[in-house]
């Protein structure tokens, strides 16, 4: 095992503070989000409904379809956060690499505006050596 000391480990542990964060409201915000789309999605009234008989991706994303999606958008939005929570301590590497990549795909992502940015910043902060290091030690 690689141990490094406490001062480099702190270092990289503050550098993954602000994406680790980020991340985690970002997937707090589309939680939120998915839940809302679920309870709409449940009681009819999705964003078919409110198009009233309109064609397309609206249309497309009420009902059967639409609770999928948002079941699939909060799962994806827990993954995020939890893998988040294990930047954020550096806990598992893998965790948090998955979670800022999950976080960049577009529709799938807990909250599409913020987790591309986010999750470019996660990526460039865990691809350094020395914040790599501070999870295996």
Do not use: E, H, T, Y
């Given at each position: 095992m690689n141990y490094e000391p406490d001062g480099a480990r702190a270092a990289a542990l503050d550098q993954l503070?602000?994406?680790a964060i980020g991340l985690m409201v970002a997937a707090g915000i589309g939680a939120a989000w998915q839940v809302l789309s679920l309870v709409l999605n449940l009681m009819g009234a999705g964003m078919g409904a409110m198009m009233r008989g309109g064609e397309g991706i609206p249309?497309?994303?009420s009902g059967g379809i639409g609770i999928m999606f948002s079941i699939i958008?909060?799962?994806m939005a827990v993954v995020v956060f939890m893998g988040a929570?294990?930047?954020k301590n550096a806990e598992s590497y893998g965790f948090?690499?998955?979670a800022a990549i999950i976080a960049m795909i577009p529709c799938v992502s807990p909250c599409c505006l913020l987790g591309l940015p986010l999750g470019i910043w996660?990526?460039?902060v865990l691809l350094k050596p020395e914040v790599k290091a501070a999870f295996q030690g």
């Open positions: 503070k602000g994406p249309n497309m994303l958008g909060l799962v929570s294990k930047m948090a690499m998955a996660a990526l460039v």
